[in-house]
Each structure stands twice: as structure tokens, then as C-alpha cells.
């Protein structure tokens, strides 16, 4: 008998998985992650990228204060598990933050796994106590 999985998902290896940056990363960093991984699957699987999470997005999926979508944000992206092209604000010209799953592939581009450079529970510690101060 196959196993096959009904509905879309988002692939997690067992490497990233067990991975230092995803055993160092805290629960809000794994919400924004999940959140991000929700709005790549509501865009088929494609556009990873270009995925525009706005924050109200992030407060809505169950992370309750600004401050700490900024601080899982920040997590995430520290530890190599996401890409965050910066947007801007402003009357009539703001472009939102594109989000991209650095373990996922992105286009014609395949994953890029910055998370890897991590080979030690320490040195990610390490890399999350850097932005944290």
C-alpha cells in the first residue's frame, strides 16, 4: 500500500529538521515560519520570494504583539530559514517585505539552505544571542 499525502504541504527534511537552527529557534520564530509556509502553500507552491506577509497577517495567525512577529522575523532570518527582501513605507509608494523559504526552491532557483551553516547547537546560540541584544 502507497502513502500519499491528500492536500498541499510544505516539504521538511529530516536534516533541517534536526537541524541546530531549527532546534535553537523559539515559538514565535516557528510561527512566522509556519505563517510564511501557509502563504507560500495559498500561492500553489509557487512564488516563493515574492510572498507578501503583511504583520497584521502574522498577528492574525496567533503571534499576539508586533514586537514579537519582529523578533521571530528576525530569528528566522538570522539562523538562515528565511530571506526577508525589505519593502518601505510611505503614502501611495510603500512596497510591502518579500518573503523567501531559503529551503525551498525559489523560480528556476533551487533551495540555498543558508540554515546549514549552522553545525552546532552553540554557534546558532551564538548567532540568535548577536541580534537579540
Known amino acids: 500500500m ?3 499525502i491528500s492536500g498541499s504541504f510544505v516539504p521538511h ?6 537541524s541546530p537552527a531549527m532546534q535553537v529557534l523559539s515559538g514565535a520564530g516557528l510561527k512566522v515560519l509556519q505563517r510564511i ?6 500561492h500553489g ?3 516563493n520570494g515574492r510572498l507578501v506577509v503583511p504583520y497584521e497577517d502574522f498577528i492574525a495567525y496567533g503571534i499576539r504583539h508586533f514586537r ?4 521571530g522575523l528576525r530569528e528566522a532570518e538570522a539562523l538562515g ?3 526577508i527582501r525589505r519593502g518601505r513605507g510611505g503614502h501611495g509608494h510603500a512596497r510591502p517585505n ?5 529551503y525551498l526552491p525559489a523560480g528556476n532557483i533551487g ?3 543558508e540554515w546549514r551553516k549552522f553545525a552546532t547547537l552553540a554557534e546558532a546560540r551564538a548567532q540568535l544571542n548577536g541580534i537579540n541584544r
Open 2 to 4: 502507497s502513502q500519499r
Open 81 to 83: 530559514l528565511i530571506e
Open 45 to 47: 507552491g509557487r512564488d
Open 13 to 18: 527534511t529530516r536534516d533541517l529538521i534536526e
Open 111 to 113: 533551495p540555498t539552505d
Open 37 to 42: 509556509e501557509l502563504e507560500h502553500l495559498r
Open 68 to 71: 514579537t512577529v519582529s523578533r
Open 98 to 102: 518579500l518573503y523567501r523559504l531559503t
